[in-house]
């Protein structure tokens, strides 16, 4: 019992104690004294303004109304923070001891200024003290290789004595100006940072809304003087946002510099990648992968493998973040890419029926302008939105939202493909292409691309286009360009064009040896007039149009019987209406008016003969039967009038 009522009275006497001594020593004096400690450790002014007071609850200390911390030696804009509001809690038996020791400090509603200068000097290295140090510098480096005429005290040493348990900041502002670079703002920013033991490890956590959606970083600093002192200290950060999160586990310094792992998973990537400002993505989304950031600002990503969009790539990237735009250069390889489009738009789940034609969507080609480098990419197979390709090989260029990818390789539909496509947003959306298609399987290939499933046969063929819009309906019908195609051996489905001519149109297949083509576009409509067809027994032509952006076809084969004197009989055969549903039908009138032009003008010539006959015609040299029998009916009008006068 005595015991207990020994420390019982023990804290008594301390409380005692620490009430005379807050009541001995006004708020003014605690404060300059904290102020007084601050500027040591720093080099720093922390500027009380208006009145100081005792605060008794929740922390022994004192609170003030308008507080500024002074900014870095070679900043021209102002305090590095102001507050509306500081609590400053102090160390109570150390003030016992006769020394102010700040514990606590809360600040309310403070204005944060963070800075870069284009030399790599920040405002929030507090190693400069009234002297600029440039972070994981000696002072005998920053003089050029001389001695420094006094000696260095590092951050860490002045810290020694340091006892902030806690750290609490709301309803921050922040600026950051990267001189000669980005700016950026946040608003409603909160910190809280738990540091009980100076040499020990700092527990951090912040939360902002920067992009309306709730984040909140969770970070364990092991060394934070480390940090202070320009080096590497282990970290452990872990970011939720937007129902995913993302953790890194490694080494870290404030220069930035960063190495170690990192692992993101997130159940919805665009909630996850809105809450971040970005988006692109949707359905899970995973990222695992060795990443590092140097001085220099290089991200390095080693081992990458990202899975999105039911997709599994492996990446690796450097990545400069100097400059207007991040410069990378990565190589992405993976097994088979599949993307399609989403499903249930706004037609099907209201039960109307899906609409007809290329899509009017906007086409958001925003990421064009993210990033500048040259991208590698490697894949076994592919499926974009229900087109097949094969082994792929291809190289992108990106420059100022302009991005050309060149085909190396691709197989597709047994046949391989070669050439580049180019896509432009720097003022618009505006696309090209130049094409070149080997030993292309018709029927598969039309069939995937344009719903056309009647041809048969291997192709060559070569296209050059170009076109813009900001939808894929205003790009299809905006489209120019030309084109050649070959086709050796092949069939067209729905028409027999040998049956055709002996009067049989029930249908049937027709088995041609070579087809060969060319046309040019313009405004979204394909014109061809060279179409040469070579079958066993006879041959066709063809010319029309292929409405490209209206999915339309107006065309006409004229299938044709060669005799020895040429074509014998030909049956012109017209194919007309949209794609995926046209109609066959031969011209059996412009037929039999070409088969029997013969037989019609050797009748017309017989009449005529017999006519002059019987009108006694005299013909002159080159004239014609109807122009002989009007100079007769003139010459016979004249006599008669001269006859009605009493003319001779």
Not at 189 to 210: C, F, K, N, R
Not at 461 to 482: K, P, Q, V
């Amino acid at each position: 019992m005595k015991v207990i009522r020994g420390l019982v009275a023990a804290v008594l006497i301390l409380a005692i104690g620490a009430v005379v001594l807050v009541v001995a020593l006004p708020g003014e004096k605690i404060a300059k004294l904290a102020a007084d400690q601050v500027k040591a450790m720093t080099g720093r002014e922390l500027v009380f303004e208006g009145k100081v007071g005792i605060s008794w609850y929740p922390v022994l200390g004192v609170t003030t109304e308008k507080v500024s911390f002074g900014n870095a030696a070679w900043s021209e804009r102002g305090p590095m923070f102001t507050a509306d509001k500081a609590v400053i809690g102090v160390d109570v038996m150390a003030a016992i001891g006769g020394e102010i020791r700040v514990k606590n400090v809360e600040l309310v509603a403070p204005e944060v200024l963070l800075e870069k200068t284009t030399d790599g000097r920040v405002n929030w290295d507090l190693s400069d003290g009234t002297s600029p140090v440039v972070s994981g510098q000696s002072a005998e480096a920053q003089t050029g290789g001389e001695s420094a005429p006094t000696s260095v005290t590092s951050t860490a040493s002045q810290f020694e004595s340091f006892a902030l348990e806690r750290l609490v900041i709301s309803d921050a502002q922040v600026r950051y100006i990267d001189h000669g670079g980005a700016r950026q703002e946040l608003s409603g920013v909160s910190l809280a940072m738990t540091w009980p033991d100076v040499g020990g490890a700092a527990d951090v956590v912040i939360e902002a809304s920067p992009f309306g959606a709730p984040i909140q970083l969770d970070a364990v600093v092991a060394a934070p003087l480390a940090l202070i002192d320009g080096d590497v200290s282990a970290v452990e950060l872990a970011v939720q946002a937007g129902g995913g999160s993302a953790r890194f586990e490694g080494r870290a310094g404030i220069a930035p510099e960063a190495s170690g792992k990192l692992a993101v998973s997130a159940s919805d990537a665009a909630a996850f990648l809105a809450a971040l400002g970005t988006g692109g993505l949707e359905g899970p989304l995973a990222v695992q992968g060795d990443v590092t950031l140097t001085r220099a600002g290089v991200v390095s990503v080693r081992g990458g493998r990202v899975t999105a969009l039911g997709n599994d790539l492996t990446v690796l990237a450097d990545v400069d973040l100097n400059g207007v735009r991040p410069k990378v250069t990565a190589q992405v390889a993976t097994q088979a890419l599949r993307l399609v489009e989403k499903e249930g738009d706004e037609s099907s789940q209201s039960g109307e029926a899906a609409p007809v034609g290329w899509s009017k969507e906007p086409i958001d080609a925003s990421a064009l302008g993210l990033v500048d480098g040259t991208i590698s990419f490697a894949a076994e197979a592919m499926d974009l939105n229900g087109i097949a390709f094969g082994k792929t090989r291809a190289t992108v260029k990106i420059d100022r939202a302009r991005a050309v990818a060149r085909i190396q390789e691709m197989e597709a539909y047994e046949g391989a493909v070669t050439g580049l496509f180019v896509a432009n947003n720097r003022n618009g959306l505006s696309v090209r292409g130049d094409l070149k298609v080997s030993q292309i399987a018709l029927q598969p290939f039309l069939a995937a691309t344009a719903d056309l499933d009647k041809f048969t046969g291997t192709a060559d063929f070569e296209s050059r286009f170009l076109s813009s819009g900001e939808t894929l309906d205003a790009i299809m019908n905006n489209m120019s360009g030309d084109g050649r195609v070959e086709v050796g051996r092949g069939t067209i489905e729905g028409i027999d064009l040998d049956k055709l001519l002996r009067g049989d149109v029930t249908g049937g297949t027709t088995v041609f040896n070579s087809m060969v083509a060319s046309w040019t576009i313009a405004d979204g409509v394909l014109s061809n007039r060279d179409l040469l067809m070579k079958l066993s027994r006879l041959s066709a032509t063809g010319k029309g149009t292929v409405g490209l952006g209206l999915r339309t076809i107006d065309y006409v084969f004229s299938p044709q019987l060669n005799g020895p004197d040429g074509p014998s009989l030909i049956v012109p055969v017209k194919i007309k209406g949209s794609w995926s549903n046209p109609s066959v039908v031969p011209d059996l009138e412009a037929a039999v008016k070409r088969s029997f032009d013969k037989e019609i003008k050797a009748v017309e010539d017989e009449a005529k003969q017999k006519l002059e006959k019987e009108l006694g015609l005299e013909k002159k040299e080159g004239q014609s039967t109807e122009d002989a029998i009007k100079d007769k009916l003139e010459k016979e009008a004249l006599r008669g009038l001269q006859n009605l006068l009493g003319g001779n």
